[in-house]
Structures are given as C-alpha cells and as structure tokens.
C-alpha cells in the first residue's frame, strides 16, 4: 500500500464538510481514483449515537453506517479535484441490505466502487465488513452541487 494512496483525517476533514458527531470516515487505508476506495471507521462505546441505539445493547443504526459509506464515496469523487464551493449531497439509495449488527470495538471497513457519473450524478456500489463478513451493502446515488445552489 502507497503512503499516496492513502488519507489521514486531517485531510478527510479537508475534503468532507462533516465535523464531531457526524464525520463518520477516521482513515482512508487506499485508493484508485474513479476505481475505488477502502476507508475505516472505528466503532467505540463513546459514540453519542450509543445512549439511545440501545442503552443495554449498544449497536450502530444502519443508518448511519450507509452514511459512513456515502461519506467514504464521496472521499473517492473529492481524491481527483475539489473545488472549494462544492457539496456533496446523498441523493439516493437501493438495494440496502442489513447482515449483522456492528457494535463497540468492532473496526468498520468500508469500500465503495465507483459505477458511473454524469453531470455531477455519481453512482456507486458500496459496503461494510467487520473481520471479514460484510455487515452492510447498498447501491448509492450522490450529487455534488455548488453551496448554495
């Protein structure tokens, strides 16, 4: 694995608008551009989102794991270039499909794989393994827009 091909948080908090609770991506271990990405959130007992998803069996809502992933994508779409005023927004999801509960300690590893794009509408198949098995799998559409717009 290439130090070029990787992305540590100080940068993902670059490329990503989300900040504390909502940034959901810590390291990104390697990437192609408009190939793929593999990017890693660990999962701790200090989530905020813990308190209340369930407070005698901690497990993270699915939610936010396909969010964890949109976010991994859009670091994919923003490795080539990013312009200053542009936003990434969630636009749309099919095919989400739920295997295991992810709970404290446990190491999300996400990937997406870039499918197409066409005026700023990217498309990508995504998903979320812990040691191995896949928790989570979706295919995601995002738009990227100017601020504002």
């Known amino acids: 694995m290439s130090e070029a091909n990787t992305i540590d948080i100080n940068k993902i908090m670059k490329l990503l608008p989300h900040r504390y609770p909502f940034l959901l991506v810590d390291r990104v271990l390697e990437f192609t551009p408009r190939q793929s990405i593999t990017a890693i959130k660990n999962v701790t007992m200090n989530e905020p989102f813990f308190q209340g998803h369930f ?42 499909r739920f295997k295991k509960p992810v709970v404290p300690g446990d190491q999300l590893v996400m990937v997406a794989i870039y499918q197409r794009e066409k005026a700023g509408i990217y498309k990508f198949h995504v998903k979320a393994t812990v040691d191995g098995e896949l928790v989570a799998e979706a295919d995601i559409t995002c738009a990227v827009r100017t601020k504002g717009a």
Do not use: C, S
Not at 58 to 83: C, D, H, N, R, W
């Open 55 to 96: 407070p005698d069996f901690p497990v993270m809502p699915g939610v936010l794991i396909i969010e964890a992933l949109a976010q991994t994508a859009a670091l994919l779409t923003f490795t080539e270039e990013k312009k200053d005023d542009a936003i990434y927004y969630f636009a749309g999801i099919d095919a989400a």
